[in-house]
């Protein structure tokens, strides 16, 4: 289906292939911009724009908000000032898409004489969804959307910035990590001289505090009265915009009544969350919490002083096994902060472990250990890609910052960072003697570099849309690319020059693998098939088709007799080569598979009995199969976001993986 942009469209949703849309005769735009696919319409926001959901093409179809700024109105000076908000919207985008919860502003351009601005994507539901599925939330809930979303204001607040519009509708439960994820900065404006002394009011009624909604004057505070509006109704279910509308703002004094006697529709809460609603609810802001920090302290309690602690802890048993005997007997837990703050009492003695709300900031280049998990940071923006050195010491990878990371494995630092392409790199791979390192991104190029200096050796040109993946022959004369163009190619890695051209997909081609002979190339697309193609001639061995969606990456077994592969339909297809059909299928994802790769054995020749296969997912998750059985063995988790890619050491002891959110590569040590 293609939808209509023209926002006065009653019916917009189109069949494939119209030209002009069947409700309203405006000519259809298959892609915004030449690259965003308009999807569906999420809503229509008060008059001035419409918010739809689209797939990027030229990030291999991940789905992206983009808003159009539409206002019903003739009024010069009204439309002056919607422009001028949503220019703002896009500013504060840019300004604040460094914080993991909220999103990141990817474009702003004008489009037949309309405004875009195209945003990141986040699944979830947003806290009026959650309430009306789950019902009205409970104490712990709540502390745990204040001591998540409080620092998340204090960034903003910090920046200059005040939202203005904080109402459940705008806060999402990011549905990978659980995370609240603040949205829609449209009513968002600097917090200077002219906002403070003469501004607009906007806000929603309820939830807006009186400063903002009679004189439009905005502060950290007025973020933190609506917060605590939102909290109210989450626990209660009594609107605040009702109540407003019956009461004004006199209802603020009598919240309390909806939790107590006959008519209290409200869970009970403790005192110390009642204190805190209360202050954050206040009419006059002289009297309201002034920031984040101060409410955050009121709800989170001092730390025991260190030498409390060092009393205590000496009441512990020496016994290893006698301590765990006891922990097991006497622990007893009180949640005092959902997650943040425990009463421990263990043999004797009580311990309190504060675990801070805000986000630990790592400096760049940092391998920061976790028992038998390391994490890289680095990178400012998603990672796409990751390989391992076929020695293993090295691992490269290459994300959206448009630059490729070499990394000491060992020692775990950054060797150097490799900056030429233009655009978002999409693929990392080492030739087989480890000298060289080839990159391919949706600059439509490849670059080969001289991993010994870090130069570029030269760029690769011939591929008309970007370039997905690439991958060395066995004995590293040859490289092979593929890309959104629907082609493949085989270059002469010494002289830089194209071999030829494979055609036979008739959508991208998301990745390409070589067997271990050399001999065979294996090619998946999202037309949804595999392709095994003669290296020597460019002929089609053969095409399978099994997956029921996008193929997103193909592996060749250590042993070359299986080919794994992975897909937009959540699973993982294990093909036998010989027969020429699916040996198992592994299930287990809840979200499409993007990246698979085998753990080499001992020997080359490791048989099918003890290959073990790495998958990772948009669910944020890498798990480890036995492929024989099909039975899942592990399951690796990275912190927060998609995983694009995983890539193992040639050893078998380390497993890769890289992708979006914070910006990281995780190994882990087998």
């Known amino acids: 289906m293609i939808c209509c942009l023209n926002p006065d469209c009653q019916n917009p949703m189109n069949p494939d292939g119209n030209q002009c849309c069947q409700n309203c005769q405006t000519p259809l735009i298959p892609l915004l911009r030449g690259r965003y696919r308009i999807v569906k319409r999420l809503s229509v926001e008060g008059g001035f724009s419409i918010t739809y959901l689209a797939e990027d093409i030229d990030k291999l179809n991940e789905q992206c908000v983009v808003k159009q700024l539409a206002p019903k109105v003739q009024n010069q000076s009204t439309l002056k000032k919607a422009v001028k908000l949503f220019k703002e919207e896009a500013q504060r985008l840019q300004e604040l898409g460094e914080h993991p919860q909220i999103p990141n502003l990817l474009a702003y351009f004008e489009q037949d004489g309309y405004l875009y601005l195209v945003q990141q994507f986040i699944k979830g539901n947003n806290l009026l969804q959650r309430m009306q599925e789950n019902g009205r939330f409970r104490e712990p809930e709540i502390r745990k959307l204040l001591l998540d979303l409080l620092p998340v204001l204090k960034f903003i607040h910090e920046k200059g910035v005040i939202h203005r519009d904080i109402k459940p509708q705008n806060v999402i439960i990011r549905e990978n990590d659980g995370k609240h994820v603040l949205i829609d900065f449209g009513a968002s404006k600097l917090l200077t001289t002219t906002v403070k002394n003469k501004g ?92 984040a920090d101060r409410v955050l302290k009121d709800l989170v309690p001092q730390q025991v002083s260190a030498s409390v602690a060092t009393t205590l802890l000496s009441s512990v048993p020496r016994n290893s096994n006698e301590a765990t005997v006891q922990v097991q007997k006497k622990l007893k837990k009180r949640w005092l902060v959902n997650g943040g703050l425990i009463l421990l009492t263990l043999g004797g ?25 390391f994490t890289l940071v680095g990178h400012a923006s998603d990672v796409n890609a990751v390989n ?39 693929d990392v791979a080492f030739s087989p003697d480890g000298k ?48 959104v163009d629907s082609t493949i190619k085989l270059w002469n890695v010494a002289t830089g020059e194209e071999i030829r051209t494979l055609k036979g997909h008739s959508a991208a081609v998301n990745s390409v693998d070589f067997s271990p002979d050399g001999f065979t190339l294996a090619s998946g697309s999202w037309d949804k098939s595999i392709k095994l193609w003669n290296v020597e001639t460019g002929e089609k061995i053969r095409t399978f088709k099994a997956h029921k969606d996008k193929v997103f990456s193909v592996a060749f077994a250590p042993d070359g007799k299986t080919l794994a592969s992975a897909s937009r339909d959540k699973t993982v297809k294990v093909w036998n080569l010989a027969a020429g059909k699916v040996s198992n299928t592994l299930q287990g994802h809840t979200d499409k598979v993007n990246s698979v790769a085998y753990i080499p054995g001992k020997t080359d020749s490791q048989s099918e009995e003890d290959q073990i296969l790495v998958s990772g997912s948009n669910d944020n998750t890498i798990k480890l199969w036995d492929v024989k059985t099909g039975k899942l063995i592990n399951t690796l988790k990275k912190d927060v976001g998609y995983i694009y890619s995983v890539a193992t050491s040639k050893d078998g002891k380390k497993i890769a993986g890289g992708g979006s959110a914070e910006n990281i590569v995780k190994i882990w040590q087998l």
């Not at 609506?226 to 109704?233: D, E, M, Q, Y």
């Not at 990878?397 to 448009?402: A, L, T, V």
């Not at 130069?455 to 490289?479: C, M, N, P, W, Y």
């Open 436 to 483: 060289i390192l080839a990159s391919s991104g949706n600059d439509k190029t490849i670059k080969l570099w001289d991993l010994s200096t870090g130069k570029e050796i030269r760029t690769l040109k011939g591929h008309l849309q970007g370039v997905i993946s690439v991958a060395f022959s066995k004995d590293g004369t040859t490289l092979a690319s593929s890309s």
């Open 349 to 373: 003695g009580v311990f309190w472990f504060f675990n801070p709300p805000q986000i630990p900031l790592i400096p760049p280049g940092l391998f920061v250990n976790n028992s038998s998990v």
């Open 200 to 291: 607009t009011s906007i806000g929603s009624h309820g939830y807006t505090p009186v400063e903002q909604m009679q004189d439009g004057k905005a502060y950290p505070a007025s973020d933190l009265f609506s917060l605590g509006a939102s909290c109210f109704f989450l626990l209660t279910g009594v609107s605040p915009s009702k109540q407003w509308m019956e009461k004004g703002y006199a209802w603020i004094t009598t919240w309390r009544k909806h939790f107590n006697g006959s008519n209290g529709q409200g869970i009970p809460i403790s005192m110390e969350l009642g204190e805190v609603i209360d202050k954050l609810l206040k009419v006059d802001i002289k009297e309201r919490y002034q920031s």
């Open 388 to 426: 391992f050195s076929p020695q293993g010491d090295k691992l490269a990878s290459g994300s959206d910052d448009k630059t490729i990371k070499v990394w000491d494995v060992a020692n775990r630092e950054i060797i150097r960072t490799i900056e030429g392409h233009s655009g978002w790199i999409w």
